[in-house]
């Protein structure tokens, strides 16, 4: 394992109301470091998703943190999102990897087997995500899948913790992006003591490593 730090990638509850979850991405954003939002959307209407993307995009970007949409590549098209996370590798991924690049980020998760990160991986994708907020898969796949593509491929990859506590174990794993939704937004002191804990836990990671 490198001695650099995953970097964090958030993933937030679905938001159907910009305004009421504005607040909470903001504290979110504040407390450390973030390479990337995956901003999640309740509902499907076109117009109304541009809005809630339009209204908490600049929360991201202004601090340097990409924004991306998930499953509708039109959709960061039109809002000014930085890309698009899909969770499949059949042809959506294909129709979001020809209508953005290479002008913005395209992902992959819900990623099932080997054979579904490597089809991904030969596709073009900017990176993979084992694991995800609504993936069955467990803490112990994860770390396993983590573990294999660190060790021969070179797109980074996101791993998915489902607790706070399995951040020492993706980071030792290998994974490029440690990404949280429930366990920061969720937890009962708020994002910012969660993101604090995660801190720490890289710090702690990283002096291991050297």
Same mark, same amino acid.
């Given at each position: 394992?490198?001695?650099?730090?995953?970097?964090?990638?958030? #993933?937030?509850?679905?938001?159907?109301?910009?305004?009421?979850?504005?607040?909470?991405?903001?504290?979110?954003?504040?407390?450390?470091?973030?390479?990337?939002?995956?901003?999640?959307?309740?509902?499907?209407?076109?117009?109304?998703?541009?809005?809630?993307?339009?209204?908490?995009?600049?929360?991201?970007?202004?601090?340097?943190? /990409?924004?991306?949409?998930?499953?509708?590549?039109?959709?960061?098209?039109?809002?000014?999102?930085?890309?698009?996370?899909?969770?499949?590798?059949?042809?959506?991924?294909?129709?979001?990897?020809? /209508?953005?690049?290479?002008?913005?980020?395209?992902?992959?998760?819900?990623?099932?087997?080997?054979?579904?990160?490597?089809?991904?991986?030969?596709?073009?994708?900017?990176?993979?995500?084992?694991?995800?907020?609504?993936?069955?898969?467990?803490?112990?796949?994860?770390?396993?899948?983590?573990?294999?593509?660190?060790?021969?491929?070179?797109?980074?990859?996101?791993?998915?913790?489902?607790?706070?506590?399995?951040?020492?174990?993706?980071?030792?794993?290998?994974?490029?992006? #440690?990404?949280?939704?429930?366990?920061?937004?969720?937890?009962?002191?708020?994002?910012?003591?969660?993101?604090?804990?995660?801190?720490?836990?890289?710090?702690?990671?990283?002096?291991?490593?050297?």
């Amino acid at each position: 394992m490198s001695s650099d730090s995953p970097r964090l990638f958030l #993933i937030t509850p679905k938001i159907s109301d910009a305004a009421a979850f504005a607040a909470t991405l903001d504290a979110a954003l504040k407390a450390c470091d973030v390479a990337c939002v995956l901003l999640r959307t309740e509902g499907r209407d076109l117009g109304e998703n541009k809005k809630i993307v339009r209204a908490l995009a600049p929360l991201a970007q202004d601090r340097d943190a /990409a924004l991306l949409v998930e499953n509708d590549a039109q959709l960061a098209i039109r809002s000014g999102a930085d890309g698009c996370h899909i969770e499949s590798v059949g042809e959506p991924l294909a129709a979001a990897l020809a /209508a953005l690049q290479p002008d913005r980020i395209v992902g992959a998760g819900r990623l099932t087997s080997r054979d579904d990160a490597m089809t991904a991986g030969e596709a073009g994708v900017d990176y993979l995500m084992f694991g995800g907020p609504d993936d069955a898969e467990p803490h112990e796949a994860i770390l396993e899948r983590v573990r294999w593509w660190a060790e021969i491929f070179n797109i980074p990859c996101v791993a998915y913790a489902h607790a706070l506590t399995d951040v020492g174990e993706l980071t030792e794993a290998g994974a490029d992006f #440690i990404a949280l939704g429930e366990a920061v937004f969720e937890d009962p002191r708020g994002p910012a003591a969660a993101l604090a804990d995660v801190a720490a836990t890289l710090a702690k990671t990283r002096e291991k490593a050297q």
